[in-house]
């Protein structure tokens, strides 16, 4: 059950009501509510790369799972930012572990939609994610950003269990940033 946890927290993600939306961020279609976050992702070109990784950390079972479920998802773009010695090195067998944990960062326990999200943000809160590190909401320009880093692009995209906020970069949470640095890959 705890594995099960953390896998659905890699996709979880927090909502933003004031947030810009991008044309190449949103999903090909219409996200419907017979659908679970696994096959609204798959079901659009922008989160090629996360459904990739999703399916080599194992976590699609989990993702496919009753939920309901909070997703910060990164778009192909925010993966094109990381550096590819990392991004191979994640994704990679013997590094299924620490895929999972990067993955999980992205997730949240329950549906935080848009309007709790920025009150949250706006309140300056932190939010505990299914890998259990916390990832600290703010306010800037009139959008949530995660950790200071990463913005959310578009919110709300529902599945029916639970909610994907789209965000422009990958959060890396603090334990891997630490193991990677071990790893000489940061």
Do not use: C
Request: no cysteine; glycine share 8%.
């Amino acid at each position: 059950m705890k594995h099960r946890f953390v896998v659905l927290a890699a996709v979880a993600v927090v909502g933003v009501s004031a947030v810009a939306t991008s044309a190449t961020a949103a999903p090909a279609r219409q996200a419907s509510m017979d659908q679970t976050i696994v096959q609204v992702a798959a079901g659009s070109p922008s989160f090629s790369t996360l459904v990739s990784l999703v399916k080599k950390a194992g976590l699609v079972g989990t993702l496919s799972g009753t939920g309901p479920f909070t997703v910060f998802a990164p778009t192909n773009a925010a993966f094109k930012a990381v550096p590819a010695k990392i991004l191979a090195a994640l994704a990679k067998p013997a590094n299924k572990k620490l895929l999972a944990t990067v993955l999980t960062y992205h997730v949240l326990s329950g549906e935080v939609k848009s309007g709790a999200a920025l009150a949250a943000a706006k309140a300056g809160k932190s939010v505990s994610t299914v890998e259990g590190e916390k990832i600290k909401l703010s306010v800037k320009g009139g959008s949530i950003w995660l950790n200071g880093s990463a913005k959310v692009v578009k919110a709300d995209v529902l599945a029916s269990n639970g909610v994907i906020h789209v965000i422009n970069k990958v959060i890396l949470p603090p334990s891997v940033v630490a193991k990677l640095k071990t790893l000489g890959l940061l």
